[in-house]
């Protein structure tokens, strides 16, 4: 379903059913933005930092560390951003904007509030103006300890560009941005933020119009993360789909997923890129026990489980 608002200084807001790192080509991103912390240090271990290093190519850190040698004191004053390179990522650069204070102790800075977000959006889109940016992403900014909803966050980012669209328009000033994506896969998610923007943004399901294309492409690529030793994934195939009701009564239950955990069929997992998942059953594999989990975006996909320590 897709509903098309035009916008008087000429920048369309589409909410994308999509991983802002699996666009198609016709949409691909001059700029994808980031929010994280002052130091430009990502986190250790899973979660929002650890999905970004892996699609940039392993060397994240490296590149951060390049440019935040180049600032006064090594520090990006909060709202401010900075361009990295892309490494591997579908974009020309990553636009890292400085959300959270820098790093310390044992516990990532809290996440960002809504007003925090909201003006992370605005200043990474003044600075995309500037630079000759046609088509700008976003994911859910504001990931970590507090983080607010993801669909409370990215119904931010709607309604700050929105926003930052106007105030242009107000001043008589063009943005210079065409097009503004804000990404998020998950069904139930995509669902509550599209109901609650349809008059500020288009709402484009990437997913229901080619699922098997983009099943397959996920598979491809999961296949090649296995085999490198990446990731957790090692097969994929296309399964039934789960109900919103039944992901929304399982979303804040679901078990964190460890490949060290021992699943069984019934249970109910929460994985950090795949979403919320059932497992429906499990069988040992060549040289580790795998769980077939059936994801909430309609995608089987078997993960290692039990494995010891």
């Known amino acids: 379903m897709r509903s098309r608002v035009l916008h008087p200084g000429g920048m369309d807001i589409s909410l994308v059913r999509a991983s802002i790192y699996d666009l198609p080509s016709r949409q691909r991103l001059d700029a994808l933005v980031y929010d994280g912390s002052s130091d430009m240090q990502l986190w250790p271990g899973r979660g929002a930092d650890f999905d970004l290093d892996e699609r940039f190519g392993g060397r994240l850190q490296e590149a951060l560390d390049a440019e935040v040698r180049q600032l006064p004191g090594k520090i990006l004053p909060l709202f401010e951003v900075v361009r990295v390179g892309r490494g591997r990522l579908h974009c020309d650069f990553l636009a890292w904007v400085a959300t959270r204070p820098p790093q310390s102790g044992t516990r990532p800075e809290p996440a960002p509030d809504q007003k925090g977000i909201a003006r992370a959006v605005k200043a990474a889109l003044h600075f995309a103006s500037t630079r000759h940016v046609k088509r700008i992403g976003f994911g859910a900014l504001g990931a970590g300890p507090g983080e607010l909803p993801p669909a409370e966050r990215l119904i931010t980012i709607i309604r700050a560009a929105h926003e930052y669209e106007e105030q242009c328009a107000a001043s008589g000033q063009a943005t210079g941005i065409e097009e503004v994506l804000v990404c998020e896969t998950l069904g139930a998610t995509y669902q509550k933020v599209a109901a609650a923007v ?27 993360s296995s085999q490198s030793g990446a990731g957790r994934k090692v097969a ?29 069929a019934g249970d109910w997992i929460s994985h950090v890129r795949f979403g919320i998942g059932r497992v429906e059953d499990t069988s040992p594999g060549e040289s580790t026990e795998q769980a077939r989990v059936l994801f909430e975006d309609g995608v089987e996909r078997r993960l290692v489980h039990a494995r010891p320590e």
């Open 198 to 224: 349809r008059d500020m943004a288009k709402i484009e399901n990437l997913l229901a119009q080619a699922p098997a294309a983009r099943s397959a492409a996920i598979a491809k690529r999961e296949s090649t």
């Open 236 to 264: 994929t195939r296309k399964g039934q789909k789960l109900s919103i009701q039944e992901v929304d009564a399982h979303r804040h239950s679901a078990r964190p997923y460890s490949p060290g955990i021992r699943f069984t």
